[in-house]
């Protein structure tokens, strides 16, 4: 019995979990920090208060539970990983050994060091924790105004976003759409509250198709998005941002959507990284020369066949973990394995309510209520998947 141990329960390492769950020869732990799995994809509609915390997140150990103990998961955070050894340490000073190792602890937000001020004063959304904080700040904001609380009784509220990429639109789309929805039962109230996008780029979705840029940057303007692109970040305090032309935005409260880092693990390990702390992979995904440890989704960078670096979305997180799960499948049996070679095959854009864009294998191209059904049944799908394997578990557990 071989056994493999996977570190991170993101949209890579459960996708490599269930890729190798069907090998009765391999027994498989998944150690995580958190005890529950965050889809990130959703979590523009977490932070606009349209999703709830069970459509976001999904308990770990139930979910371990519903492969019929051939999963175990241990809830500990990874201090370090000895490759010679092939051994990794838990917190709790507890050592596991494995035969494979797959590395798929994710990446956090890139407050970036050189705007001062930005880490203390914005919110994230690659973690669940902060992605809750400006929930609740966000909640709070239109309370209060309904309220008319003093600080807030008179005059515009401004929201700012930091970063026009695909989350950063999403977060504001969707936070415009229930503003907007809000308008029709608490008036002014909701139309004093105005949501800024802010990128450094000269468009927003830099390196996104013309299509979805020219149908989103639409879609956005009539949500009543104000969007500032070219728009270069020098520092935030508490109550303006700063821009490096000398002009200023007052602002309530701000997120942070415009960089990703690899998570605090990878500082330890003596192997090559990028400059934004990602693990630099061979060919076959393998870490360190080491042909028995893999790294899967966004703590390594991935390319194409042709050398160009893939974005660290879920989509590619999953492939990878597919690829990574066949790849050891077949270093057990002593049979030959490619390299990775993988693309992105589509993206669908979250844009308020109802309403999405997408293309699709490069030529078809949607928008409207088509491109939300569409994206709606791929995330149900997903969704669905992770609770039919929980329900798995409970009656396991209750036999």
Same mark, same amino acid.
């Given at each position: ?56 997140? #999904? ?39 494995? $035969?494979?190792?797959? /590395? ?16 203390? !004063?914005?919110?994230? &959304? ?16 239109? @309370? ?33 759409? &229930?503003?907007?929805? @809000? ?26 198709? %013309? @299509? ?7 879609? +956005? ?5 104000? #969007?500032?692109?070219?728009?270069? =970040? !020098?520092?935030? $305090? ?19 959507? *415009?960089? /990703? ?14 400059? =934004?702390?990602? +693990? ?17 989704? $966004?703590?390594?960078?991935?390319? $194409? ?17 597919? @690829? ?32 999405? &864009?997408?293309? &699709? ?11 939300? +059904? ?10 669905? *998947? ?8 409970? %009656?396991?557990?209750?036999?």
């Amino acid at each position: 019995m071989k056994k493999v141990l996977v570190i991170g329960g993101g949209y890579g390492g459960l996708r490599a979990i269930e890729s190798l769950y069907k090998y009765d020869d391999i027994a498989i732990t998944l150690i995580d920090k958190n005890p529950f799995h965050y889809l990130q994809t959703e979590a523009y509609g977490y932070i606009a208060g349209r999703f709830d915390v069970h459509e976001v997140a #999904i308990d770990l150990k139930n979910w371990c539970e519903g492969f019929k103990e051939r999963v175990t998961f241990v809830h500990s955070e990874v201090t370090s990983v000895d490759f010679e050894e092939k051994m990794v340490s838990l917190m709790d000073e507890e050592k596991l050994q494995y $035969d494979y190792l797959i /590395i798929a602890t994710g990446a956090k937000t890139h407050f970036f060091s050189f705007i001062e001020g930005l880490r203390e !004063n914005s919110f994230g &959304v690659k973690s669940l924790e902060r992605a809750h904080n400006f929930r609740v700040a966000f909640e709070d904001l239109i @309370y209060k105004k309904l309220r008319h609380e003093e600080a807030y009784k008179d005059g515009e509220l401004n929201i700012a976003v930091g970063g026009a990429g695909l989350s950063g639109v999403e977060v504001a789309a969707e936070m415009a759409y &229930v503003l907007e929805t @809000y308008s029709k039962t608490i008036g002014d109230t909701a139309k004093e509250i105005h949501i800024y996008l802010i990128d450094a780029s000269e468009t927003i979705l830099p390196g996104m198709g %013309k @299509y979805s840029i020219e149908k989103t940057h639409k879609r +956005l303007e009539s949500l009543g998005v104000k #969007i500032l692109t070219g728009a270069f =970040i !020098n520092s935030v $305090d508490e109550s303006h941002i700063f821009f490096k032309n000398g002009e200023k935005l007052h602002y309530n409260f701000m997120i942070f959507t *415009g960089g /990703i880092k690899a998570s605090e693990l990878n500082y330890d390990m003596q192997t090559q990284k990028n400059d =934004i702390n990602q +693990l630099i992979a061979s060919e076959e995904l393998n870490v360190q020369g080491h042909k028995e440890v893999f790294a899967i989704g $966004d703590c390594v960078e991935i390319k $194409d066949n042709e050398g160009n670096v893939l974005p660290p979305t879920a989509q590619i997180a999953e492939k990878s973990a597919e @690829y990574v799960a066949k790849t050891i499948r077949k270093r057990i049996d002593g049979v030959r394995s490619e390299a990775f070679d993988a693309d992105v095959q589509g993206i669908f854009i979250a844009l308020g309510g109802k309403y999405a &864009v997408g293309e &699709v294998f490069k030529f078809i191209k949607v928008k409207g209520y088509v491109a939300y +059904l569409l994206k709606k049944a791929i995330t149900h799908a997903y969704y669905l *998947g992770l609770r039919l394997r929980i329900n798995t578990g409970f %009656k396991n557990r209750i036999r």
